[in-house]
């Protein structure tokens, strides 16, 4: 098959696994209304938390995960909540929330200390000293304990949304 773009074995990693807890973060929270520094441990002290690590906005795996979790309805789902987290800034998330008509909320972590924080940091090819985080889902119960972890192993590479959907059942 001729792709128009090149598949990139991803190194191995130590993220978390089932049963670990995660580390707690605050960072800008973006809505489609506003954006707000709120830390994890917020959000997961209100419902468990699917934290969905994707590529930059505008980049075709960003639109494409969200396009599917827009279309699973697991946005509209009262047991948990799924939260997205990339590089990109807040202005750009807002744009992605819009032109993909997503009612989500993402964190903006340009920085990427987060998904260092995870061990899941993607260093792109020929980018010197940029990084973003590698796909990667974390199903968090209320005390940020993962449930279910997903890390990709090689870029693009996407979740097995079954089974992320049978984890959030599982909540």
């Known amino acids: 098959m001729d792709l128009p773009f090149e598949v990139v074995d991803l190194p191995e990693t130590d993220h978390p696994e089932e049963g670990d807890r995660v580390p707690d973060f605050e960072r800008p929270l973006v809505g489609s209304e506003f954006w707000e520094d709120v830390s994890l441990s917020t959000l997961t002290d209100e419902a468990p938390v699917v934290l969905l690590f994707h590529s930059m906005d505008g980049a075709f795996p960003a639109t494409y995960v969200w396009n599917e979790v827009r ?16 590089i990109s800034s807040p202005y750009e998330h807002a744009d992605l929330i819009e032109d993909r008509g997503v009612d989500a909320r993402l964190y903006s972590d340009p920085s990427n200390e987060v998904s260092e924080a995870f061990d899941i940091v993607n260093d ?48």
């Open 124 to 171: 792109l090819d020929g980018m010197a000293g940029i990084s973003e985080p590698r796909p990667a889902v974390f199903v968090l119960d209320e005390e940020r304990v993962v449930q279910y972890a997903w890390v990709a192993g090689e870029w693009p590479e996407f979740p097995d949304y079954d089974e992320v959907e049978a984890a959030m059942d599982e909540l």
């Open 71 to 86: 279309d699973r309805g697991w946005l509209d789902r009262d047991d948990c909540q799924v939260v997205g987290l990339s």
